[in-house]
């Protein structure tokens, strides 16, 4: 097995043998996609991809292309994506320096950063697959204080804040046009489990329970309230124009 093989699993606590990959969680990946589709332009990259769950709810674009650094998961998108000329699935391996042949308007990279040392340096390594004037969308864990054992199984350096994030954005000389936590009931629930060493991996049968009754509650709030605190942190990134 190469270095590469079973890179999914070991960053997801997943397989790529099995195309459901573990607990089905369409409001969740909905929720996602209504906080970062807006920020995404025709062209799309979408790296960490996994098994496609995320960007399978893209439709419309002039091209989307799905990566993972682990071939087994690459396998599983190719025939995911079967029957879609507007999709492209592909190795992209970001700690040998991958970067695509003909960039693309949007970069989304889903739990993705925090797997590396030197952030900023991935970020200007995304910023070389993006058109001048066009954006990177993060979705990174939140908060050291929610850090637990589910984060060093699966090889996270950090877990972020809006400052840390923008900090980052910084030093890869990219601007920042939104960062806030998201999710705040899954923060709060994930902070108890931290406290009472429970954060291993997440359990079917609660991932199930979070997706039905409390995710339609947390996007309700991330609406009507200005939330301080969450479970993951979006970023939206500028990589420099022309001039």
């Known amino acids: 097995m190469s270095a590469e093989e079973g890179a999914f699993a070991r960053a997801t606590g997943r397989t ?7 607990p089905d969680k369409p409001n969740y990946r ?19 991809a996994g098994l496609g769950e995320f960007a399978s709810q893209f439709t419309g674009l002039d091209r989307l292309v799905v ?39 949007t970069v989304i990279a889903i739990n993705v950063l925090e797997h590396f040392e030197d952030d900023a340096a991935i970020l200007t390594l995304l910023a070389r697959s993006v058109t001048p004037g066009g954006t990177i969308v993060l979705w990174v864990p939140a ?42 009931l899954g923060g709060l629930a994930w902070w108890a489990a931290v406290r009472m060493g429970k954060a291993g991996s997440p359990k079917a049968g609660a991932v199930g329970l979070y ?24 970023g939206v990134l500028r990589v420099p124009g022309h001039g």
């Open 16 to 22: 790529a043998e099995r195309e459901d990959g573990g």
């Open 30 to 48: 909905r929720y996602q996609y209504d906080l970062i589709s807006p920020h995404c332009g025709r062209s799309v990259l979408e790296v960490g």
């Open 67 to 105: 990566t993972d650094v682990d071939p087994d998961a690459v396998e599983v998108l190719k025939v995911r994506f079967t029957g879609r000329p507007e999709v492209e699935a592909a190795q992209f391996d970001l700690d040998a320096g991958s970067v695509l042949d003909r960039p693309v308007e």
């Open 143 to 184: 908060y050291q204080s929610l850090y637990g054992e589910f984060d060093r199984k699966v090889g996270h350096f950090r877990r972020y804040t809006p400052g840390t994030l923008r900090d980052a954005a910084r030093r890869a000389g990219l601007g920042v046009e939104l960062c806030r936590p998201v999710n705040l």
């Open 211 to 234: 997706d039905k009754v409390i995710v339609p509650v947390t996007k309700v709030l991330d609406r009507v309230l200005p939330i301080p605190f969450g479970q993951s942190v979006v």
